[in-house]
């Protein structure tokens, strides 16, 4: 089974706890905080495009990369609902084509603790090709800091910044938590804005 058929299953299961349906607070108080004003955005593994949405509400030029189709069909009815426009790619995101121009932004919740450990060449070369200097890099990630038996991949913060060393320069890091469907209190992660050198 292939990444595409693998994470189309785990949408047509729904065994997608990630998937609040909510936008992220997080992305909401780095906006809200203007580190961030609307521009042109990559949005990496968008899912079924919630955030996505909520920044093309916001005035963001928005494009949004997922490899399940069934999570961008839902992802496409959501930005219908709403009235707005999201340029939606299906694609595996350490396979992307090099854009016509690189993002002033891209937004990464999740796709960076799912791809460091198995494809982390990849993961860089990919960020590489959609970056120029100046562009920021908000990444909502794992964090070790607590012990969970669920929950997503998650790593220290000297791991998170010496990962990002090679392209970037860190605004800042600090703690969040996801929030799980419901709006309930989900896992501990860190929020990292990096700017690419």
């Not at 839902?74 to 854009?99: E, F, S, Y």
Request: glycine content about 8%.
């Amino acid at each position: 089974m292939g990444v595409s058929e693998r994470w189309d299953e785990r949408y047509r299961e729904g065994t997608t706890p990630w998937d609040s349906g909510l936008p992220s607070a997080e992305l909401r108080r780095v906006v809200s905080e203007q580190w961030i004003v609307p521009c042109r955005v990559l949005e990496l593994g968008c899912g079924s495009g919630t955030n996505a949405v909520w920044l093309a509400q916001q005035g963001f030029s928005v494009t949004a990369v997922d490899c399940s189709e069934l999570a961008l069909d839902r992802a496409r009815q959501k930005a219908d609902k709403a009235g707005v426009a999201v340029d939606w790619i299906c694609a595996d995101v350490t396979k992307l084509p090099t854009p016509a121009e690189p993002f002033p932004f891209v937004f990464d919740r999740g796709c960076f603790h799912c791809l460091r450990r198995d494809l982390p060449a990849e993961l860089q070369a990919t960020l590489r090709n959609v970056t120029t200097s100046g562009t920021k890099y908000l990444v909502l990630t794992g964090n070790a800091n607590e012990q969970r038996e669920h929950g997503p991949p998650s790593l220290t913060e000297d791991e998170l910044r010496s990962e990002l060393a090679d392209l970037f320069d860190i605004e800042f890091v600090r703690e969040f938590h996801f929030a799980d469907p419901g709006g309930v209190q989900g896992p501990l992660g860190w929020s990292c804005l990096a700017v690419r050198r």
